[in-house]
């Protein structure tokens, strides 16, 4: 079966950084369309990043030039470097898989990730 495995997150302060992971099974990762989305109590899930299967990146203006997304389909990884992180930052992560279009077919379960001033 499909499942997507978030970690990575945790505590950090106005500035640090954090890496997220997302492992992937049961499906053909390395022509996935994989995005992460983030979820802040109180609010809807937004989308944060999209690598799609042909290396293409799409970012959401909040996180352009502080995140960057990445994968290693040899490892069928999701990767979210962010710097620079801010209490706005602060959120449940969520992997998502698109395994046809259009929408994502499978998600994870989340990681949380908490700035503080």
């Known amino acids: 079966q499909v499942q997507l495995v978030e970690s990575g997150g945790g505590s950090v302060q106005s500035g640090e950084s954090l890496r997220l992971s997302c492992v992937a099974s049961?499906?053909?990762?390395?022509?996935?369309?994989m995005a992460w989305f983030r979820q802040a109590p109180g609010k809807e899930r937004a989308w944060v990043t999209t690598?799609?299967?042909?290396?293409?990146?799409r970012y959401a203006d909040p996180v352009k030039g502080r995140f960057t997304v990445s994968r290693d389909n040899a490892k069928n990884t999701l990767y979210l470097q962010m710097d620079s992180l801010n209490p706005e930052d602060s959120a449940m992560y969520y992997c998502?898989?698109?395994?046809?279009?259009?929408?994502?077919?499978?998600w994870g379960h989340g990681t949380q990730v908490t700035v503080s001033s």
């Open positions: 690598v799609f299967g042909s290396g293409k990146l």
């Open positions: 049961g499906f053909n990762f390395s022509t996935a369309s």
């Open positions: 998502a898989a698109g395994v046809r279009s259009p929408g994502w077919q499978h």
